[in-house]
């Protein structure tokens, strides 16, 4: 028989960066919080980026709310001092944080949620869902890719590119995942990139942190109404850190187009053109990891849930934040997630009257 269920007025399912910024404004509000963190340690999806990874905004504009990134040695922060920066960020804000703890599920319980995780259940009068994508890959599913023998591997669980030294490797994906990895692949093995489109280079100094100004002012353009001509460049074009400018003087920065099928040794393109490959290396993107909402009905067919603003249409005492622009415009990048993680946190204690 398990134990009663430990009250909470907001469970905040996750322990990244989404999770972190909003515990930081529940610290403001009366009421008691909690969060629910899969990892074994603190630092989100950082913990499971490759080893080279570096953020492509500088440390300034790599924060959270409250305390700003430490100054990086180099232009841009690494993937450690990412995972340090978050590390000591909930340290910093004493935020109680249970780890590791997987949610099984979400389910109404009157007017609360009950939520539970392993033999532990809580009844919260608020949910936060701040899971993210990582631990959801996407692979796109071209015909005969199970009858391919050679190694698949999302970007999800690459590390480095030591096992392709002296392979043949596709890298498969336009954005800066790709371009990153390509790079770094590209110098001890033959490398094939696939892109549906070719790669949107931005110019070498358009960095992250520009990328987020025109964000914020397309941003403040819809809510007044109005439309705002600026120059082409989104989170999804390939900003051209050194790594990738070094691959481009290699020129090695050449993509083609899909191919249409896998064959038992590489791929075939619709005109019958073929090419051998020992290896895919899939930056192919992810979805929203919300397996743990399946029970409440909310997920809808495109695999996301209808919201306004971050609060969810279909169960009106649970939000979403940090999933991408459908939660908010760049809720998935570390600066970005502050504005939403603020609006979340006002609607939450409005809702629940401040106590």
């Not at 539970?116 to 949910?127: C, I, L, N, P, S």
């Not at 631990?135 to 590119?161: T, W």
Request: with cysteine; glycine share 10%.
């Amino acid at each position: 028989m398990s134990a009663s269920p430990t009250e909470v007025d907001v469970l905040v399912i996750g322990g990244g960066q989404a999770a972190l910024a909003t515990a930081y404004f529940l610290r403001r509000t009366h009421l008691s919080f909690l969060l629910l963190d899969e990892q074994a340690a603190p630092g989100g999806a950082w913990l499971h980026g490759w080893d080279s990874l570096r953020l492509f905004s500088p440390a300034t504009w790599s924060s959270i709310p409250g305390w700003p990134m430490p100054a990086s040695a180099s232009t841009y922060p690494t993937r450690a001092e990412v995972i340090d920066y978050l590390s000591r960020y909930e340290e910093r804000y004493q935020l109680p944080v249970r780890r590791p703890v997987h949610v099984a599920s979400v389910e109404r319980d009157g007017d609360r949620l009950r939520v539970r995780a392993d033999e532990h259940v809580w009844r919260a009068r608020a949910v936060v869902s701040a899971t993210g994508a990582w631990s959801n890959p996407y692979i796109p599913d071209y015909p005969g890719r199970e009858q391919f023998v050679g190694v698949q591997l999302h970007s999800a669980h690459y590390v480095d590119p030591a096992p392709f030294v002296g392979q043949r490797v596709m890298i498969v994906g336009g954005g800066n995942s790709g371009a990153q990895i390509l790079a770094e692949v590209s110098k001890v093995a033959e490398t094939l990139w696939i892109t549906p489109e070719p790669p949107l280079f931005l110019a070498d100094d358009v960095d992250g942190r520009v990328l987020f100004e025109r964000a914020t002012e397309r941003w403040k353009a819809q809510q007044e109404g109005r439309t705002v001509d600026q120059p082409i460049g989104g989170l999804g074009d390939v900003v051209m850190v050194e790594p990738v400018r070094e691959a481009r003087s290699r020129g090695v920065l050449v993509s083609e187009r899909p191919f249409e099928r896998f064959t038992e040794h590489g791929v075939e393109w619709a005109d019958g053109r073929r090419a051998d490959i020992d290896a895919v290396i899939w930056c192919t993107g992810f979805r929203p990891a919300l397996a743990h909402l399946g029970e409440l009905g909310v997920i809808e067919a495109d695999g996301k849930v209808a919201v306004e603003g971050t609060r969810a249409l279909k169960q009106p005492n649970l939000w979403l934040v940090g999933y991408g622009e459908w939660t908010g415009a760049a809720s998935a990048t570390l600066i970005g997630v502050t504005r939403t993680a603020r609006s979340t946190v006002s609607e939450i204690d409005a809702a629940l009257g401040g106590h």
